[in-house]
């Protein structure tokens, strides 16, 4: 079950699990002479998850930011893509299980399965704050949005009007920063013409932190900056406020009920659950505890990587849950099971250990405003959003791999594509009304 015929059978077998940022640069790494390679994601697509608020604020297409990985990967020789859910491990039999019955055996399991948006044991919020992970995801906000301001259109109430063109944004990390920036945009000049009765330009923005500042990964000045950049789009920014409870179209800060029809939420991210099934030390994000090599302790032919590992490097570094980790691990394990197939098996001890190495932070508010921390250097507005743009344009490079798709990218990102914009799958859905 499962195996193809185009692969030699007579190399070792890497079976990798997930084919987001870490799995995906383990296989462009690898040099597959040396093994042949099984990579299993439940999506047929890679997802550029940087830029899935574009797509959530109408800026991109889906298909600007996500690519067949099989198209990525065909060039690969001794590799092949299988599309299906992973559900669990025999990690002593060196098999995975595949949907209901299937099973993959293995010599290493390369697992990068990456994260799930987390309500921090509110999971019940999740129904009314849809959180941004997937393409679903994005797609789903944007036609919850777009909805929304069309029955505004529409709406003779104040009241509701008003409720339909309010869009609360929870969590101030670079994810809600990002958001109610592009919402800000979105509403501000964007929708500013499609509509007659309504003002689009009036829709109330709020972005709600729990902590006393934006950006709390960035140094304070950063933050300041972010605060102050979102807050000359038309955000309204409150810090310090922690939600405590979300209903429909409604959600409670202390002493006050907001009602809006568009409540996203952008605070939390914790591992798979999947992590679970694989019976080691999790954190309380339920992050696996890895080895400084990368593999799972107990198992040194399992490697874990990216979003869903906790791990201090070997300079005592917290490595971040951002996608150039993700894509330095899928290296570093590459190279080491690479090294060990060629020259013979090393116990986790006496492999490389990872280091992760930091290429500054950064993150975007609008068109031409940004915050960012290259080094000692810190930056925003213009500047700023230049250097996110560049990182952003290498990144997609690499990932689409055809300087048309960038152009046509990059055109739909500076015209703001219409067709971003238009409403689909709105039949069973029905309109973001919740009054
Ligand atoms: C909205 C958003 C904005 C972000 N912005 C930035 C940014 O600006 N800069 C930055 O550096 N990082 C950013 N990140 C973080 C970055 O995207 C992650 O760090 C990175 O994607 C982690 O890579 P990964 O390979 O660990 O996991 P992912 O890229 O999440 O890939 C996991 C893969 O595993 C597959 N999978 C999961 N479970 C299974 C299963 N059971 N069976 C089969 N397949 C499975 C998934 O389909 C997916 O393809 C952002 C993340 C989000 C959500």
Request: proline letters at 5%.
């Amino acid at each position: 079950m499962f195996m193809s015929a185009t692969v030699s059978t007579s190399l070792p077998h890497i079976v990798v699990v997930g084919a987001g940022f870490a799995g995906l640069n383990f296989c462009k790494t690898f040099p597959t002479d040396r093994a042949r390679i099984t990579v299993i994601d439940r999506q047929n697509h890679h997802l550029f998850q940087p830029l899935l608020y574009q797509v959530a604020t109408a800026g991109l297409s889906a298909v600007d930011i996500a690519q067949p990985i099989r198209a990525i990967l065909n060039d690969k020789p001794n590799l092949e893509v299988i599309m299906a859910e992973v559900t669990g491990f025999d990690l002593t039999a060196k098999k995975v299980r595949v949907g209901g019955d299937g099973e993959i055996a293995f010599e290493y399991l390369v697992l990068g399965l990456g994260g799930v948006t987390s309500y921090f044991g509110h999971d019940e919020w999740a129904q009314f704050a849809p959180g941004l992970k997937s393409l679903d995801d994005a797609l789903k906000i944007r036609r919850k949005i777009l909805l929304a301001f069309e029955h505004a259109e529409t709406e003779t109430d104040e009241l509701r009007r008003k409720e339909l063109m309010t869009i609360v944004v929870i969590g101030g990390g670079p994810t809600g920063v990002e958001l109610a920036g592009a919402f800000a945009e979105l509403t501000r000049t964007v929708l500013e013409k499609d509509f007659d009765r309504i003002d689009p330009t009036k829709a109330r923005v709020l972005l709600i932190e729990g902590s006393p500042r934006v950006l709390n990964s960035f140094p304070a000045d950063l933050s300041a900056s972010a605060q102050r950049q979102l807050e000359r789009m038309g955000v309204e920014v409150r810090t310090g406020i922690h939600v405590s409870a979300i209903r429909d179209g409604e959600l409670e800060i202390p002493g006050e009920t907001i009602r809006a029809a568009n409540i996203i939420w952008g605070a939390g991210v914790s591992a798979q659950p999947l992590t679970r099934a694989l019976g080691v030390e999790l954190d309380r994000a339920g992050r696996v505890k890895i080895l400084p090599d990368l593999s799972v302790p107990g198992h040194p032919e399992v490697f874990a990587l990216g979003d869903m590992t906790a791990l201090t490097d070997r300079n005592d570094r917290v490595v971040p849950g951002l996608s150039p980790a993700a894509l330095q691990m899928g290296a570093h394990a590459a190279q080491t099971i690479a090294d060990e197939i060629a020259f013979g098996k090393r116990a986790p001890v006496d492999r490389a250990a990872y280091a992760y190495r930091d290429k500054g932070s950064m993150a975007t508010i609008g068109r031409s405003k940004a915050v960012a921390m290259i080094g000692k250097l810190h930056f925003s507005g213009f500047p700023a959003w230049l250097a996110w743009l560049a990182v952003h344009l290498i990144f997609l490079v690499g990932f689409r791999n055809k300087i048309s798709v960038l152009l046509q990218w990059t055109y739909s990102y500076l015209t703001y594509k219409r067709g971003a914009r238009v409403i689909t799958g709105v039949s069973g859905d029905g309109p973001a009304h919740s009054a």
